[in-house]
C-alpha cells in the first residue's frame, strides 16, 4: 500500500517495553517508505507521559496511534482528547490492578533510549494510575467509536478488558495472540487495521 502524502504513525509500547521492543521495530519495518513511525520511550509515570504524547501530537500531528497494553491505555485517552485515529491492542483498562501485584524493583524488557533499564513500582506510582484511571473516559464521545478500535489477544491471560472497551467503542478485532503481539501477529493483525484507519 502506497499512500498519497507521506502518513504519521505514533506507537505506545507497554508498561515494561520501550520504543525498541519488537512491536514497535516490526511496525517500523512494516511501514518502511510508506510511513513514519515514531516509537518514543514512554515516561514511566502516567502523567508525565500523558503530557509527552499530547505534546508529541500537537508537535508531530500523527495520522494514527497505536498502543499496546498501558501505551493503548494512554492512548484512549490522548485519541479522544485530541481526536486522532487509535488502534488500541490488548488496552489495560485497569493499571492498578496491574501494578499492584507488581510492588517492587523491575527491569525494562527492551532498552531505552537514556539507558535507564531499572525502575520501582511503589504506592505513589499505583495512586496517580489511579488517578488517571479514574478520569480515563472524560472525553468519550459517541461518535469516537468510528475511529478507536480494539484489538484482543485470544489468549491474553494478562488483560481482560474488552467488555469495558465495549461499553465505549464498537470496533472490536481478535489475533490468537497473547498480551504481547510477536512480530508476526504485528504483520499480520496490526498492520492492516493501521492502514484502514490511516485511510479514515
Known sequence: ?????V???????GFF?????????????AFANKA???????????????????NFCECEHPDVLVGNSNGAFLAQIVASRLRIPALLGNPYLEMTRFLSER??????????????QHFVIDQPLIE?????????WDDYRPELSDFIWGLFGKNDHLAHFEPQFLQ????????????????????????PLVEKLIRL
Open 17 to 29: 517495553a520501550s520504543g525498541h521492543c519488537i512491536p514497535a521495530q516490526t511496525l517500523k519495518q
Open 7 to 13: 502518513k504519521k504513525i505514533l506507537f505506545l509500547h
Open 168 to 191: 465505549h467503542y464498537t470496533h472490536a478485532y481478535h489475533f490468537p495472540g497473547a498480551h504481547t503481539p510477536t512480530a508476526e501477529e504485528v504483520r499480520v493483525y496490526y498492520v
Open 36 to 54: 513514519e513511525v515514531f516509537t518514543p520511550d514512554l515516561p514511566l509515570h502516567p502523567r508525565e507521559a500523558l503530557a509527552f504524547i499530547t
Open 1 to 5: 500500500m502506497i499512500f498519497n502524502c
Open 103 to 116: 510492588i517492587g524493583p523491575h527491569e525494562y524488557k527492551s532498552p531505552r533510549t537514556d539507558g535507564r
Open 128 to 136: 496517580e494510575f489511579a488517578d488517571v484511571q479514574a478520569h480515563q
